[in-house]
């Protein structure tokens, strides 16, 4: 069984930047979809970005194209979310999951999360 280790997130101010990294240990992500969703207090459940480990097709909400981006390291069983230009919306809770389908929050088991808070 897969479990995932999330990390990288922290306090910035608007227009900073973060890397959040999923690591998997006890097995490999193998040939999953792997991704990220985010919920804030209050809010519901919001898809962020997800990445096909086959093929490297990529998914992003719209809220955060252009924003942030998604990428794996096969090797090192590490997915990766970089995050630019952050804006206080993006305040919440990011989980790393198998990403079953994104634009209905849909995932798989997942970490403890990292919290990331953006001021203004």
């Known amino acids: 069984e897969v479990q995932l280790v999330e990390s990288g997130g922290g306090l910035v101010q608007a227009g900073g930047s973060l890397r959040l990294s999923c690591a998997a240990s006890?097995?490999?992500?193998?040939?999953?979809?792997v991704g990220w969703f985010r919920q804030a207090p209050g809010e519901e459940r919001e898809g962020v970005s997800c990445i096909s480990l086959s093929d490297s097709s990529t998914y992003y909400a719209d809220s955060v194209k252009g924003r942030f981006t998604i990428s794996s390291d096969n090797a090192k069983n590490t997915v990766y979310l970089q995050m630019n230009s952050l804006k206080p919306e993006d305040t919440a809770d990011y989980y790393c999951a198998a990403c079953y389908d994104p634009e209905r929050a849909d995932f798989g088991s997942w970490g403890q999360g990292t919290q990331v808070t953006v001021s203004s």
């Open positions: 006890g097995s490999t992500f193998g040939e999953y979809a």
